[in-house]
């Protein structure tokens, strides 16, 4: 097989690389490697007239292989893929070389990052001789979705899909739509009824001809890939009945969250004493029409303390984003259900973040509301009055804007408790083949660019699964991911990157220790030929499987020994 | 200890003009733009930190109040309308009633109408106890010397009475203050060399109002001064040279009570236009009782001169008359608001400024030895 013929280009990127590497140097040393027809330095190989200088040479020089020594693959491998592909050759006939992130954004030696530059360029011109074409592989989309939750984010997801024209099933464990919505009685800051924004939702939910709602019930079982997915729902308890099968292209998670358990804080004594009460039992007397104590009493001193369980080392380190909009709004409650009654706001730092919460925090003060800051880790104590002090217990706390330790009489204690992730996160995350973070919250695709895909494409997170987050966050996720899956979905068919493992069935012993071994889930073993073999669809080529194959049976396409052996070579050459 | 919150002390404070307390949240711009505010005393966001919690011992036995002219900075700088300003001249008010060993300044404070009442009240007694004691003894035609309706002589000695009740009363209500400030509320001997030390601060500050000027703008310190002044040169004047006020017009101390009525009415006028446009942020918020003091002050003022007028047109019928009128505006006055409302600042101001000397010098003897020179001081806890 005689040499490609390959181009190297040297990319400036203004001054960013060029203040460093003496980007003329590396492209001369590249010009006298086996293959290279062709180097050239430019300031900006990224610009227009970089991208068709390549597609010029590629013609007129008749190219075979590209190498551009720039930034990050991650910035610009697709932008010089697409110049290729333009040119007419095949866009994986294309190495770069991360001459200034890993280069000279990173050295303050001049001579050393040349050098290394030149052997990074060296390394990337050996790899594009041995480089194979490929091409990108075209799936079935099925446009129906599974969703799992009923409460905000799954019902308003199941809408946009269905009313795409795609048919949704609705999975909800409990008996009732509306999740953890449900339990709440008035919203922060505008003081609008849960209930409303409920209603309307589960009704059109109810009623629409594309959305099956299956209530008690669960996935036990998810497989396939982006596309082409098969769950299994089962009824809660178990009927013993069949489970029933339903092909989905994709899959919206929206499991929420469960609330943190006041119990595990003996500062704040809840469970023994009667008047401390977690912040939905206290949604529960609102929502009833009554605030009142244990003993039917009406309270004359309410006090609320913030980040329970929340922001707290040895609890949970977040924060539960909704707590001190949510105390506000029970400021507002009591002062109109009981005008006389005295409202104390225990709270750490108050965070009004959203539209609209300053003017409410603003507007909770002129109720007077007493707020009463207390230091993180140095948590209020709550204890029984006595029978002469008048009310039913003392909280004891080193305020901080006074620096005074004081003694603030309470009657009902309401404790804003935190988020937490569900205690059936870690099977969720299984069941559809996602990540968790060290709190159990579903980990999102890139946490600011794409907040509502995971890493296993078809699989979309919504609402307070993935984090703690408010009304108007989980909605606007919801959305989100319902507008991402139907737009997959539009074309019917998605493309599949070609980058993928392929396990050569010659080789395969069946040994299986791929199968566990894959992060994606994306090998399968077929119990007939006794052969596993991988899911292209599923794959994410991370190579997990074919540095394990004991028969060396498993082959990286675009990480093949022969390239990397290449790449090594280079560099150290 | 801890200290009990008294959730429901800003409630009361409300009848003392406080009324946007709530809103502060605490990020401190009032203290840091406040002229007079350090180390030792931050405020006003520790004052309205304590009155927003209902720390009423701290409140009470705090001298920040004292320490703040109200320049009105503070409240300009406030984010969030918090009146910072304001509040620390409903806390003046509040601690006016405190200080106060009868409870009369309490009642007045917290409703208007009842220090109307009281000041209407003895306005008519002292009318008809004069309109009586003058008929009996003298005749309304006669203005001076034998016979007068009201003969300066007697006038005189009722002057001086009614001076040992008010001076009585100040005593007492500034001994309290002295108790609850010195005694309750530092925590640390003053020993008497730190009195003597610093007991020239008292007449200074009263004479200048040197800190006062401290607070940048002066034309709020020369009005108050020139009010001030006035009110110390009449009061005088009156009590120890009644007769003499009451002779020939180039006589110098007749000229001073010129000048002394000239500054009463022109910085009482000022006052009420100030009140009256409420550009000025120390303006904006007008207490009853800081109008019954303008009200009281001018029309004292207006009758004593309309009194002399009178005399001088050799009108003595219409003098007479016009005396009685005045008297019924000085007895109260003096009686009911020297001691009980906005006048008693004269006496607590310059005291709570050499208390407050006292306090942080007697802290600073316990905390920390004497610094070397040039070492910057501790700041105080």
Known sequence: ?573 | MAIRVNPSLIDDLERYGAEDVQKCYHCGNCSAVCPHADESYVFPRRSMRSLQMGLERKLETGLEPWLCYYCGQCSEQCPREAEPGETMMSLRRWLTARYDVTGISGLFYRSPKAEIAAMLGLALLTGLGFAAWGSTHGQLGIYEGEGAFLNSHYVHLFDWAMAAVLTTLIVANSARMWWLTIVKGTPAPVPLSLYLKHAWRVPWQFFTQQRYKDCGEPRPWMLHLGLMLSYFTMFVLIMFFLGTVQSDTWNPVHVLGYLATIGLVGASAFMIQGRLKKTEAQHKHSHESDWIFLAQLLYVSVTGILQHVLHRAGLNEAANITYVLHMMGVVPMLVLEVPFSKWAHLAYRPLALYFAELRREAIGQVEAPPLPAGARPVKAA
């Open chain 1, 1 to 573: 097989m005689s040499k490609p013929r390959i181009g190297v280009y040297v990319c400036q990127c203004g001054t960013n690389i060029a203040k460093m590497v003496d980007c003329e140097a590396v492209a001369k040393a590249a010009a006298a490697l086996p293959g290279v027809v062709l180097a050239k330095t430019y300031k900006y190989m990224c610009s227009n007239p970089g991208q068709e200088m390549i597609v010029q040479d590629i013609k007129e020089h008749g190219l075979e292989r590209v190498v551009v020594s720039a930034c990050s693959p991650r910035m610009h491998e697709r932008t010089f893929r697409a110049a290729l592909a333009t040119a007419g050759l095949n866009p994986y006939f294309f190495e770069m070389a991360n001459i200034r992130e890993q280069c000279s954004w990173v050295h303050d030696d001049p001579l050393a990052a040349t050098e290394k530059a030149t052997a990074l360029l060296r390394a990337a011109v050996l790899r594009v001789a041995q480089h194979e074409p490929l091409e990108k592989m075209m799936v079935d989309m099925c446009p129906d979705v599974l969703v799992i939750g009923g409460g905000i984010a799954g019902l308003t997801a199941a809408l946009d899909i269905a009313t795409a024209g795609g048919k949704v099933t609705l999975v909800e464990r409990t008996g009732a739509l509306g999740g953890n919505l449900a339990r709440i009685d008035l919203t922060a800051p505008y003081l609008t009824s849960a209930r409303d924004l409920l209603v309307e939702r589960v009704s059109r939910v109810r009623s629409h001809p594309r959305i099956a709602v299956k209530l008690d019930s669960q996935v036990s079982k998810l497989s396939g890939f982006v596309g082409n997915y098969k769950a299994e729902i089962v009824s809660v308890p178990s009927n013993g009945g069949a489970p029933l099968e339903i092909a989905i292209g994709n899959v919206v998670v929206c499991t929420g969250y469960q609330e943190f358990d006041a119990s595990r804080i003996t500062h704040y004594g809840y469970g023994k004493l009667p008047n401390v009460i977690t912040s939905f039992e206290f949604e529960a007397m609102l929502r009833a029409g009554r605030i009142q104590m244990a003993d039917g009493r009406l309270p004359k001193n309410v006090c609320l303390v913030h980040c329970v369980g929340s922001r707290s080392p040895e609890f949970h380190s977040y924060c539960s984003r909704v707590c001190c909009m949510t105390a506000l709004k029970y400021a507002h409650e009591v002062h109109s259900a009981l005008p006389e009654a005295r409202v104390c706001d225990l709270y750490v730092d108050m965070h009004a973040f959203g539209k609209g919460h300053e003017d409410f925090y603003k507007k909770t003060s002129e109720v007077k509301t007493l707020f009463l800051m207390y230091k993180k880790g140095d948590r209020p104590v709550i204890r029984k009055a006595g029978p002469d002090d008048g009310v039913d217990m003392l909280i004891e706390v080193n305020e901080q804007l006074s620096g005074e330790t004081i003694e603030i009489p309470a009657d009902l204690v309401i404790l804003m408790v935190g988020m937490e992730a569900r205690n059936d996160s870690y099977e969720v995350s299984r069941l559809v083949n996602i990540s968790q973070d060290k709190e159990g919250w579903f980990i999102e695709s890139h946490p600011k660019l794409d907040p509502v895909a995971t890493t296993t494409d078809g699989i979309y997170i919504a609402g307070t699964c993935a984090a703690p987050k408010d009304i108007p966050d989980t909605v606007a996720q919801a959305h989100a991911a319902a507008a991402r899956i139907l737009a997959k979905s539009a074309r019917g068919r998605i493309e599949v990157d070609a980058v993928f493992a392929e396990i050569d069935e010659n080789k395969c012993s069946g040994c299986r220790m791929c199968n566990e071994l894959c992060p994606y889930s994306a090998i399968e073993f077929d119990p007939v030929k006794k052969r596993s073999h991988v899911i292209s669809a599923v794959c994410k080529a991370c190579g997990c499987c074919v540095a394990a194959c004991p028969s060396g049976a498993i082959k990286g396409r675009h990480f093949t020994d022969a390239q990397i052996i290449a790449q090594i070579e280079g560099v150290l050459a």
